[in-house]
Nanobody, 115 residues
Framework: QLQLVESGGGLVQAGGSLRLSCAAS????????MAWYRQAPGKQRELVAS???????NSADSVKGRFTISRDNAKNTVYLQMNSLKPEDTAAYYC?????????WGQGTQVTVSS
């Protein structure tokens, strides 16, 4: 059972930056996809960005050019660098690890962007 612990959330002014971290309790090397999702109050959870085991990244149009996902397999950690934050980025952010027959979620970290 893999545990994922997110950190780095908080309150920031619009235009500011945050870096989220997702620390795994075990190796993430074999997980084919690591991703960040977010869920705002009253809205569905949505994919923010993902990164494959080969380093291929994908991100939602709403965050392209502002957010960057990366993974450090040696540290079993995935990061989400968030720049030029907007009030509409306010949400709980969740980390997800997807293997061939495994799927794990973290508990989330809150990001609040004030205008």
């Amino acid at each position: 059972q893999l545990q994922l612990v997110e950190s780095g959330g908080g309150l920031v002014q619009a235009g500011g930056s945050l870096r989220l971290s997702c620390a795994a309790s075990g190796s993430i090397f074999s997980f084919r996809l690591m991703a960040w999702y977010r869920q705002a109050p009253g809205k569905q959870r949505e994919l923010v960005a993902s990164i494959s085991s080969g380093g291929i990244t994908n991100s939602a149009d709403s965050v392209k050019g502002r957010f960057t996902i990366s993974r450090d397999n040696a540290k079993n950690t995935v990061y989400l660098q968030m720049n030029s934050l907007k009030p509409e980025d306010t949400a709980a952010y969740y980390c997800r690890a997807t293997g061939w027959d495994q799927d794990y979620w973290g508990q989330g970290t809150q990001v609040t962007v004030s205008s």
